[in-house]
């Protein structure tokens, strides 16, 4: 089990967050949308956020380009935190190219979801340093009416204020859809499904959080993290077509792996827009792949693919007590 020290500096107003875009190029198609996230970062933080490109020479879409961009950021100076513009299918493609040993010398807060699981789940089992499973700039930072207050006061406290507790929950869900061509109003919010111990229990451990599918990609490679003794916070993609059946698929695929054995806790991330079937069917699901293991397991919690949305530090201790999850360290010195 590793339990990590390495925990970038907090940030503090003034500094400079540099958004890189690791998958899915979106800022470059959505550019009023991605201006807008980074005013509303900078107006409510003091953060100075500015949106990287590619060096001039190198094609934007090229792994090359693109992890260009990432190791860039990693070696400024100026840069006291990296945020991604959005998630995507193709951030595994820079798992070679990363410069793992600069971001190891000088970690720095590292903010994003979805896709980026491969590279904050690389950079923990290379480094040992904790990044943040969180918002990114183009889907949370950019919500028309502003960001929701639960994503931006979790981002800033564990970000900036070394905050420790129990971690929030939302009364509300954004899940209505708005084409981001036409973002005109805002989404309207609706009360959210409480938690739910799908089995009860207490456990302890450092956080390793991700989505599913995105974390298999690591599987049979040398950036594969070591899940025992941790606590997973796991979630599944709001992809079209993505439902119980994909769910059951990559659970029984983590379970064959051995990646389920000897963790000390499971917290599943709220699944974006599903019918309460498929939320009852996901628990049997759950429930089933999970079938001889002791560890406690929670349902419904406000991270990942969901609105308003917690920022989880990977490698730092917390306490799982059935619906409640405690950070026990700050994530930041």
Known sequence: MRQTRLRPPRLKAGDGVTVVSPSWRGGEVFPQRAARGAADLTARTGLRVSISSVKPGLCPESRAGRAEE??????????????????????????????????????????????????????????????????????????????????????????????????PTASEVIEEFVDWADDSRPRRAVPALPRKALRPGLAQGPLLAGCVPSALQLLGTPWLPDYRGHVLAFEFTDDNGYGPGQAARDLWQLRHAGLLDGVEGLVLGRPRGWSDAQREQLERIVLDVCHGTAFPIVTEFEFGHTDPVLTLPTGVPVELDNTTLTLLEPSVR
């Open 70 to 167: 990432f190791n860039r950021a990693v070696q400024d100076p100026a840069t006291r935190a990296i945020l991604w513009m959005i998630g995507g299918l193709t951030a595994s493609e820079l798992l070679p190219l990363i410069d793992y040993e600069a971001f190891g010398a000088r970690p720095k807060v590292l903010c994003g979801y979805s896709d980026a699981t491969v590279l904050h789940h690389a950079l923990y089992a290379r480094t040992g340093a904790t990044t943040f499973y969180g918002p990114a700039l183009l889907s949370q930072f950019a919500e028309n009416g502003g960001t929701p207050e639960l994503t931006m006061d979790s981002f800033a406290e564990l970000t900036m204020r070394g905050w420790t507790g129990r971690f």
